[in-house]
């Protein structure tokens, strides 16, 4: 199954939290990058029709409806089994999501984070909870039942009460899908680089432990009622990402636009990360592609793969070349046969990134 990206990096406030390659932009930049945006989907030679669409960025939700429905016309593929666009809630309109039905777009994903307000006001967030329920509403009176849900276990003054409270909305609002991530902390976010420094802007002093945070996530594994089928993704049988699945499977796709990044089964590439450098690449006539490699299958198949509730089938010389780390790991319980596959333990899942590290060395 083949799919699109597209990256709409404008938002209306940059969240601390937030490790993407967006945030508030000049406005003026927005045309000029939709322009470049729509020449680079019209250059491209489609190598094969796309099943599934999906919209992100930053904030796509707030894209003109009509700029929206224009760009999407420019896609091929239509009608497409999942066309997904990302929302920030309080960012939809009854006019505006009939013109995303209208254009092709089937799924809506909700960056929720939290239910509760002294939460997201820490983060930057300017929706309720009152808020994502009429969000939810809107969405089925337009006939979109597909919706997603996103929450994050870790953000700054987060209890064990506040938790049980997201949870306990997000079993109310009875959506299908829901995106449970554990707060990232690196450098590419302001609450990451202050938690780094020691510091305690952002509310950094208040981010619950690593235990604490392990334990959230996996109160929400037991408490959403739903099949976890991704690490971090749970869903009700028949409503998981389409197009994210591609991504774990190594499916093939085209990205467009900043910092977006494409894959077709032989080579992996990236374009520029800003907006602004895009654009500029972009009217200078160069190419927007920044960045090109090969993809390695034997290791990917296991890194990615692994993220699945599915696991991996070992094929062909994967026992000569991994051999050694999957029978330690199954030793250690990290690791577990169903069948004839291999997938990560409910320990493994907490441990992942351990068990991934081994995938990413260079084999002999």
């Not at 209208?102 to 939460?119: I, K, T």
């Not at 990290?334 to 997938?343: C, S, V």
């Amino acid at each position: 199954m083949a799919g699109i990206y597209i990256s709409w990096p404008f938002c209306a406030q940059k969240c601390t939290y937030c490790n993407f390659a967006s945030g508030v932009l000049p406005r003026e930049l927005e045309a000029s990058y939709l322009a470049a945006l729509t020449a680079e989907i019209a250059a491209v030679h489609w190598p094969w029709r796309p099943e599934t669409v999906y919209l992100g960025g930053g904030t796509p939700s707030t894209l003109d409806p009509a700029l929206l429905t224009d760009l999407l016309a420019t896609l091929p593929g239509q009608p497409w089994t999942e066309a997904t666009i990302e929302a920030a809630p309080g960012s939809l309109t009854a006019g505006g999501v009939a013109a995303w039905k209208a254009a092709g777009l089937n799924r809506v994903s909700l960056g929720v984070q939290s239910f509760v307000d002294a939460e997201l006001r820490r983060t930057g967030r300017k929706h309720t909870a009152a808020t994502v329920e009429s969000d939810v509403a809107l969405l089925r009176a337009t006939g979109i039942e597909n919706i997603s849900v996103d929450l994050i276990a870790g953000l700054p003054g987060q209890t064990a009460e506040g938790w049980l409270e997201s949870l306990a909305w997000v079993r109310r609002l009875d959506v299908p899908h829901v995106s449970v991530y554990m707060l990232e902390v690196d450098e590419d976010s302001r609450l990451g680089r202050e938690i780094l420094l020691g510091g305690v802007r952002y509310g950094a002093a208040g981010v619950p432990g690593e235990a604490e945070i392990i334990r959230f996530y996996e109160q929400a594994a037991a408490d959403l009622g739903l099949p976890r089928y991704e690490i971090s993704n749970f869903a009700r049988p028949g409503f998981e990402s389409l197009h994210n699945l591609k991504y774990w499977r190594r499916e093939p796709y085209l990205g467009f636009g900043a910092d977006a990044h494409s894959f077709d089964g032989r080579l992996r590439w990236q374009n520029a990360e800003t907006a602004a450098e895009y654009v500029a690449r972009r009217q200078r006539g160069e190419s927007v592609r920044v960045e090109q490699t090969g993809a390695f299958e034997h290791e990917e198949r296991w890194f990615v793969g692994l993220r699945l509730a599915e696991g991996v089938a070992p094929v062909g010389d994967d026992w000569v070349r991994h051999g050694a780390a999957l029978n330690r790991f199954l030793a250690d319980g990290l690791l577990e046969r169903a069948g004839e596959r291999l997938r990560l333990t409910p320990r493994g899942i907490l441990l992942s990134n351990e068990v991934f590290a081994e995938f990413l060395a260079p084999c002999p």
